[in-house]
């Protein structure tokens, strides 16, 4: 029972602490983490405080006695957060003033506050500032929940000039319903306080409204429309307006807010419904002398400051002026989709009997607003609002009782879908700005839908849309802006996910618009070709998660025999298009680039060989590979790299070796025969075939190998400098070590000619490679892959030249042989330490880049039979890497300025095997690489350099430590050892990345009983464990706190 009270004493005392230390994290100025964390432990023990369980309710209250744990101030810390920036601290902090709210402690500690913050709310909703009308909004939601509300608001209708007594209407004079307080009205109902305020706040934006009439300037540097119908949408969305459908007055409020609404919308239309709203100020909204005293206070000199609203600010500012009337049209369009969706529909002709809240005619004139926005709105922000509301009225609309209510979505889309097919000129939709929001309109009465429906509208409009995009017979018109409006629809459907399995069948015909809108001589139809084409790519393929364009990732794609036999039309149409666009590719002295041949090449690049290939002679994929080798003697770039790599799944097992010797026969066996165009789109494609060797059978290999080395020896001399491009060159060097990649055949002649040509092309090109012109064109391409191939096919007991690599002027050739280090450096270290035996490994890295597979690197292999550092129980012997190993240190101290190449530099130093016995060995002052190295870390705002040089210094942390606790006197270490400690306290900062943290703590892990214990007292100071009294677990998790 003891043991029982002390954890209950506990508990309590943890739950005091807690909620103490989450109202004292909501101080001004606290970070959105801090605070957003607070609120949200908050509002859950609030929630589970004032739970309807009184079980647990009553268990909780024990532990929570609010009394004694909230004060005044921190009653203050909640209203403040109201004003903060984020909506989600403000839904948290008024959810927790609710609680409060209703448990009656915010009385206790300020009776005035509702009149105060009441008086605030009604300032801020007409603040200029958009994050003000949000908390005005909040405000209003916590103090009509007062009892004493309805005081405040009686009060303010008497300041107004509205006597309760007088019977006078405050509503608009417009209204059918207005607002008389008698006795009547049931004062007690909490739906009376939120109908007296949203007259009061209907009062305030009719009054905005008539200002805006005669000067929308003046009324967006005063007193803006937006942020009162903000508040009234926060308002209407916390009362559901099913609890008062019965009240006549509703009736008459809503009829009012539509019609206010709505003249708030004309307004604002000449500014959204330019034909450019940014940044634009027409002159027929700018009325009367306030022009002449925006351009008076611009000659004057005087700048308005950032926070002003005058409107000098807006004049010298048009896009304040912008933004004001799309967030004025935001809102009105999310209250009225709101309203459509939560009021009831009075059926015609029933008016008296019935208990809704809006009429038919209402809905209609909601309905013409929304299709105003969406068909004549150029303003992006605009429309894509007015979106946001419309489709959640279609949903209604579509599933309402009412027959005349559920036919208007099927006769609205008819009368749009006539005036896209109009001619008469006379049409207002937007044939700019990817038709503005005229697909959105679309997409939203076809994606609401119901399904009980069958999808007839659906199936019936894209139809429609693809015979005006596709200009059949049935749908040709004379003017091209109906194609273009076709076209944009059917993207936006396209890309709809809630549509992605009703757009299945259409996709042929959408790819069948896409391709033929790239030849179309109109430049609005192209443009809008080109996107239709990415959204269908992504729609059939799926989303591209890989940067890769090598094609040596296949991801994204499908077989040919699933891609045609999904979309059997297809294939006839593709390979027409092909024949069309190849058909004069080849001839010399002119530029033949055929519109359709790029989106053609896109689509078969993205298919992949499949097992089942040929089994369907219909759909056979050997009739692209004659068009598709034509595309080598393309001179376009990037129609050869995307040619070579759709011909590899379109070749079949049985077929490669006769393309391959076929590819190979048409390469030149002399300079001045072929193009160099023609010479590099060859040899792609037979580089990208050549990937294919691997899925071969053993049997194909083998003849493959027979047959090719033969047939690609006369071409050898597009290795040499006979060959003038080093583009080609580059191709040639790949190809020949693809194909020493196959098996070495009987006869291996050629095989052995071809590996000793390309060694000794390598050991050229690298010793000479200084006498290239710097300005050559693919030079860097050509250079790194000479590299990357010579230190991967490298013969034994000969090391490559390292150093002189690593004083190439181009720095990717430097990356280049750091990265083939680091590789080999890790993979040695790794393995070693998993199989015991470092000695006997064999370093094999896949080179990148294009490169031939994995081939043994004889490097390690090489590096045997001199000094050596012992780092394990086998050792590792090094040869010929004292000269490495310097000029690597080098590189450190000066002579490397590229801070990507440092990173790797400082890399391969940290996997260097036993690093501190070799600076010892080799007599380096470790106390100044470790000085320079930790002001590498310092100084950068790198992170991968940060990362690598704080690696680097914690693999010689240990023989720093060492040094300064032996030699008695030595400062140096000592100071160093303490500005490491203060550099890995920095990097544990808030600001700095995820990535330099792990990093770091890391390094405090493998150095905890150095930094933490500190048992030579090196840092100069007790050690935490020492100071505090703390287990070494203990100290380590302080100084994490820390």
């Given amino acids: 029972m003891g043991d029982g009270k002390m954890y209950v004493s506990a508990a309590k005392v943890f739950i005091d602490w807690l909620v103490r230390h989450l109202l004292s994290c909501l101080f001004p100025g606290a970070g959105f983490a801090r605070r957003t964390t607070a609120l949200s ?135 059918p319903g207005g607002l008389s307080l008698d006795h009547e009205l049931d004062q007690s109902s909490p739906q009376h306080t939120v109908y007296l305020l949203l007259r009061l706040l209907l009062k305030r934006l009719s009054e905005q409204v008539t200002v805006a009439r005669s000067n929308l300037l003046r009324a967006a540097a005063s007193g803006p429309l937006y942020p009162v119908i903000h508040c009234i949408r926060y308002i209407l969305t916390d009362l559901p307006l099913s609890s008062v459908k019965t009240d006549v007055r509703w009736r008459g409020l809503l009829a009012d807010l539509i019609q206010c609404c709505c003249d708030a919308a004309e307004v604002v239309s000449p500014i959204v419904q330019n034909s450019s709203p940014e940044g634009n100020i027409p002159l027929e909204v700018i009325k009367g002398g306030d022009l002449g005293l925006v351009c008076g206070s611009e000659e004057g000199g005087t700048t308005p400051t950032e926070g002003s609203t005058g409107e000098g600010q807006v004049g010298l500012m048009p896009e304040y002026l912008v933004v004001c009337c799309w967030r004025t049209t935001k809102e009105v369009s999310l209250l009225l989709g709101q309203v459509a969706v939560q009021a ?125 995009a596709l200009q059949t017979e049935e749908y040709l018109r004379p003017n091209t802006d109906a194609q273009v409006h076709a076209v944009n629809i059917l993207r936006a459907l396209y890309c709809d996910s809630q549509l992605s399995k009703d757009v299945t069948p259409y996709l042929a015909d959408g790819l069948r618009v896409a391709v033929l809108g790239f030849s179309s001589p109109d430049w609005a139809i192209r443009n809008s070709s080109t996107l239709l084409f990415s959204a269908l790519i992504t729609r059939i393929f799926g989303v591209k998660r890989s940067k890769d364009q090598s094609g040596t990732v296949r991801k994204n794609c499908l077989t040919g025999r699933n891609f045609f036999q999904r979309f059997p039309s297809l294939y006839p149409f593709l390979l027409k298009q092909l024949e069309d666009a190849t058909s004069n590719i080849g001839n010399s002295g002119c530029l033949q680039l055929h519109p359709g041949l790029y989106p053609v090449l896109m689509v078969l690049g993205r298919l992949v060989p499949s097992v089942m290939e040929g089994g369907d002679t219909s759909l056979n994929m050997a009739t692209f590979v004659p068009h598709i080798i034509r595309c080598s003697s393309s001179p376009v770039l990037k129609i050869r790299l995307i040619a070579a790599r759709a011909l590899q799944p379109l070749v079949f097992k049985d077929q490669v070796i006769s393309v391959l010797v076929d ?40 003849r493959l190998a027979g047959e090719l080395p033969q047939r690609i020896m006369p071409k050898l001399w597009l290795l040499g400098r006979s060959n003038s491009c080093v583009l080609t060159r580059k191709v040639m060097l790949q190809t020949v070590a693809r194909v020493l990649r196959l098996p070495s055949p009987t006869d291996h002649t050629h095989h052995e000619v071809l590996r000793l040509r390309i060694s000794e092309t390598l050991a050229t090109e690298l010793s000479q490679f200084r006498c290239y012109n710097p300005q050559t064109p693919a030079l860097t391409e050509y250079l790194v892959t000479v590299t990357q191939l010579y230190l991967s096919t490298s013969p034994p007991r000969a090391p490559p030249d390292l150093v002189s690599l690593l004083t190439c002027e181009h720095y990717e050739v430097r990356m280049a042989v750091l990265e083939h280090l680091h590789n ?45 550092y012992a780092c394990h129980k086998d050792s590792v012997n090094w040869q010929h890497t004292a000269s490495l190993f310097a000029h690597l240190i080098a590189m450190v101290f000066g002579q490397e300025t590229w801070e990507p190449c440092l990173s790797k530099v400082l890399a391969v130093l940290s996997a260097y095997p036993c690093l501190p016995e070799a600076l010892e060995t080799e007599k380096y002052d470790t106390t100044k690489i470790f000085s320079r190295v930790m002001g590498l870390a310092q100084g950068t705002d790198n992170y991968d350099l940060k990362c690598s040089a704080i690696l680097f210094n914690n693999a010689i942390f240990s023989l720093i430590y060492q040094r300064g606790a032996t030699q008695a006197g030595n400062a140096t270490a000592g100071d160093l050892v303490q500005r490491w400690v203060s550099l890995l306290e920095d990097c544990c900062q808030s600001e700095q990345s995820e990535e330099v943290k792990l990093i770091v703590a890391g390094v405090i892990v493998s150095n905890a009983h150095h930094l933490l214990i500190d048992p030579q007292a090196v840092l100069g100071r007790k050690s935490i464990s020492q100071e505090k009294g703390f287990s070494d677990a203990e100290a380590f998790y302080f100084f994490c706190i820390k």
């Avoid at 509002?43 to 079980?55: A, V, W």
């Avoid at 105003?372 to 922000?381: A, C, D, F, P, T």
């Avoid at 038709?435 to 119901?450: D, K, M, Y």
């Avoid at 270290?829 to 370093?843: K, L, N, Q």
Wanted: proline share 4%; glycine share 6%.
């Fill in 41 to 175: 432990a908050l509002s859950l023990l609030m929630d589970m405080l004032f739970k309807k369980n009184k079980t647990q309710t009553s268990l909780l209250s024990e532990f929570l006695v609010l009394e004694t744990l909230i004060s005044g101030h921190d009653i203050r810390s909640l209203l403040e957060c109201l004003t903060d920036k984020f909506e989600d601290n403000k839904t948290q902090s008024y959810k927790i003033l609710c609680h409060l709210l209703k448990a009656n402690f915010i009385d206790k500690w300020d009776t005035n506050w509702p009149r105060a913050m009441f008086e605030s709310a009604l300032t801020l909703c007409v603040s200029t500032k958009p994050q003000d009308c949000t908390t005005a909004a909040y405000i209003f939601l916590l103090v009509v929940k007062h009892p004493r509300f309805l005081t405040l608001i009686l009060d303010s209708f008497d300041k107004a000039g509205f006597n309760a007594g007088t019977h006078k209407s405050i509503s608009s004079d417009h209204s």
């Fill in 344 to 468: 009831p529909v009075i059926p015609p002709g029933e008016e008296e009997q019935t208990q809704g809240m809006i009429s038919y005619q209402q809905i209609l004139d909601i309905g013409e607003y929304f299709i105003n926005q969406l068909l004549e709105s150029k303003h992006r922000g605009a429309f894509e609002m007015a979106y946001a509301g419309f489709i959640t009225m279609m949903g209604m609309l579509w599933r309402s009782p009412v027959d005349c209510v559920r036919e208007l979505p099927e006769k609205w889309l008819s009368q749009v879908m006539q005036d896209i097919q109009s001619e008469d000129g006379m049409s207002k939709l937007c044939a700019t700005r990817r038709s503005a929001g005229v697909p959105f309109f679309i997409q939203a009465v076809l994606g609401t839908e119901p399904d009980v429906m069958g999808r007839s509208k659906f199936m019936e409009t894209m139809t429609q849309l693809l015979g005006l």
């Fill in 663 to 702: 590819l190979t026969d048409r390469l030149p066996s002399a300079p001045g025969v072929a193009t160099q165009s023609h010479i590099h789109g060859l040899l792609l494609q037979i580089c990208e075939v050549l990937c294919y060797q691997d899925q071969l059978s053993p049997v194909l290999r083998e």
């Fill in 824 to 868: 080999c450096l890790t993979e040695v270290t790794v393995t070693g330490v998993e199989s015991g035996d470092i000695s006997r490994m064999d370093a094999n890295i896949e080179a990148t880049n294009n490169t031939p597979g994995r081939q043994a690197n004889t490097f390690m292999d090489s590096c045997t039979d001199n000094k050596s």
